[in-house]
């Protein structure tokens, strides 16, 4: 059964400084990996999309990268600032030969708040 | 990327009822999912919603207490039946443009059960 473990849980960090976020899972028949953004009480914001064959993506200041061998993925925020404060969520998408279709799995999330 | 509607943003309901959510998204696709998010805890996949078969439910859902429609390709709900305290959660639907594709989300419906 695959699991999705995020560390860490909550993060507090003050304007500017960079960021990993930890992402890993323990089944590495994956289609692809997808991180996400929720502010609070909303929906989720897609942010990157790896695919399994792929290392890593980048948009602005995010970068994702992707170790399926290990079961591992990090995301890196650069230069973190205030309207980053959100929570990140991780997920796996399964391949149908671990018994998904098109089904994603997903991580407890980190919580990070970025302070002025 | 596709833009997702969902209505009711948010209700509060009392126990014994149920609650249709409805999910609009602005083009056709292929797979629309179904998914809770329990009081701080991550999404739990519901169900699968594809254009002219029946929902695929995932373990620990049924069809009973969540009967979902797909009419057409641009539309989908989920109803919420016989409702408790537990049911409290956000709902969220989503949608993939097809296998291994990337997903998009809803702004999620925030259901209160008293």
Request: glycine share 8%.
């Amino acid at each position: 059964k695959q699991e999705v473990t995020q560390i860490p849980a909550a993060l507090s960090v003050p304007e500017g400084e960079n960021l990993v976020l930890n992402c890993s899972f323990t089944d590495s028949a994956i289609y692809n990996l997808q991180w996400f953004r929720q502010d609070p009480g909303k929906g989720l914001t897609s942010l990157l999309l790896i695919q399994s064959s792929q290392r890593e993506q980048t948009s602005g200041r995010l970068n994702a990268s992707l170790d399926k061998s290990s079961g591992r993925s990090t995301l890196y925020i650069a230069a973190s600032q205030p309207g980053d404060s959100a929570t990140y969520l991780c997920a796996v998408l399964l391949s149908m030969f671990s018994g998904g279709y098109n089904k994603l799995i997903f991580g407890a999330g980190t919580r990070l708040a970025v302070h002025p | 990327s596709a833009v997702i509607s969902q209505k009711p943003s948010r209700d509060i309901c009392q126990r014994g009822t149920s609650l249709t959510i409805q999910c609009q998204v602005d083009s056709q696709v292929t797979m629309m999912f179904w998914y809770r998010q329990q009081p701080g805890q991550s999404l739990t996949l519901i169900a699968t919603a594809n254009q002219g078969s029946e929902a695929t439910y995932e373990s620990g859902f049924v069809i009973d207490k969540f009967p979902i429609s797909r009419p057409n390709l641009t539309f989908s709900t989920l109803t919420v039946s016989n409702m408790s305290p537990e049911d409290s959660s956000i709902y969220l639907c989503s949608v993939s443009p097809g296998l291994a594709r990337e997903q998009y989300f809803g702004p999620g419906t925030r259901l209160t059960v008293t």
